[in-house]
């Protein structure tokens, strides 16, 4: 397989801080990736350590096969996408996106060019000719990305470059940055802490914690099948349901409280007989029902709903502890109902209390 990106034993230490810890990543040829997790897990440092404007402490980055540990910036081949424009505003948009290729002694011929296909692709050619104050968040961070464009790289880095923008913006961004890179095909890594623009725009998602890839892969595998306990509550919106409990019968039923929960059908196999194990569910996994049904539901008291348009999601309470669920917004009960929850459990994950890894 040919890589377009390779970090090998990536370690990055501020002091007596070690902020990144032995990571590895290989990026194939087009990929996007995106580096999703909480603020100081270490996501943005990785891409600026890609970038080359962080020395690494120890380990290797390779850019198209070529060893870029210690190169310069300039020498690394990639284009970046910071969270501020910093667009010069003394400058008309073609001039921002002139600047450094005249630095670079561009051909005055090529600059227009290639100005002209970023202003095209980007659909800022009404903007050419204006200055920054003069144009909209949205059509700022355009600016910045065919700032990028231009360089005519082979990757991008993109850090947090839509969460100055309000939610409408966001969504119709995000959108045209999955259409560049459609277009384009083009290798990119895309920071960022929201979960939203992870799932729709990624290829694989790196989950990072304390400067550590807890997981890396497809979006939907990372969605139903989190390796542990952290990926898990951290993907998905509402977060998934934990219910604490125990696996029993050698591992063919789950229990909380007094109730057990048959696991024929539960995607990890038959799990071991755990003392005490995690049940994770989706809310929108789950149904309500008026009966019960022996190995199949958990009883359970309504205590409120939240109307979200299309459907509610009803806050329940089992055994002391709180489950959400998502049902249509006419079918909704009523609080202080008592009602029973189906479980599907092809769909459920199951993790060990001790070690929070999915079994």
């Known amino acids: 397989m040919t890589y377009s990106i390779q970090v090998k034993d990536l370690k990055l230490d501020f002091g007596s801080v070690s902020v990144l810890k032995q990571l590895n990543l290989d990026v194939s040829e087009g990929e996007f990736i995106v580096l999703l997790g909480p603020s100081g897990c270490g996501k943005s440092t990785l891409l600026n350590c890609l970038a080359g404007l962080l020395d690494i ?16 910036p300039s020498d690394r081949g990639i284009g970046m996408v910071f969270q501020s424009y910093a667009l010069y505003p003394q400058m008309t948009v073609r001039g921002n996106l002139s600047f450094g290729l005249k630095n670079a002694r561009v051909p005055k011929d090529e600059i227009d060019r290639r100005i002209a296909r970023a202003s095209e692709i980007l659909q800022i050619q009404p903007l050419l000719d204006r200055k920054p104050a003069a144009l909209s968040g949205g059509q700022r961070q355009r600016v910045a990305i065919g700032r990028a464009l231009v360089r005519d790289v082979d990757v991008f880095l993109f850090d947090e470059p839509l969460s ?10 995000r959108v045209e940055i999955k259409r560049l890179h459609e277009r384009l095909k083009n290798t990119m890594i895309y920071v960022t802490h929201d979960q939203i ?8 998602i790196a989950i990072m914690r304390g400067g550590i890839i807890q997981q890396l892969a497809a ?8 390796v542990n306990l952290f990926v898990a509550g951290f993907i998905g919106s509402p977060a998934m349901n934990f219910l604490k409990g125990a696996t029993v019968e050698g591992g063919r039923a789950f229990q909380v409280g007094a109730t057990k929960v048959a696991l024929a059908g539960y995607d990890g196999g038959q799990p071991m007989e ?27 008291l309504v205590e ?12 329940l309470e089992v055994e002391g502890q709180q489950v959400s669920v998502r049902v249509p917004f006419e079918r909704r009960p009523m609080a202080g109902a008592h009602v029973h929850l189906k479980v599907d459990i092809a769909k459920a994950s199951i993790f060990d209390a001790t070690s929070e890894l999915r079994v």
């Open 219 to 226: 979006p939907q595998e990372i969605y139903n099948r989190p």
């Open 304 to 315: 409120l709903d939240e109307p979200m348009g299309a459907d509610s999601l009803v806050w």
């Open 274 to 300: 755990r003392a005490q194990a995690i049940l994770g569910l989706r809310p929108e996994h789950l149904t309500l029902q008026d009966h019960a049904e022996p190995g199949h539901t958990i009883p359970a």
């Open 197 to 204: 623009e992870a799932l729709t725009l990624a290829d694989r």
């Open 57 to 72: 402490t120890d380990g290797q980055i390779f850019i198209k096969n070529k060893n870029v540990t210690w190169a310069e």
């Open 164 to 173: 100055n923008l309000d939610a409408k913006l966001r969504a119709e961004l």
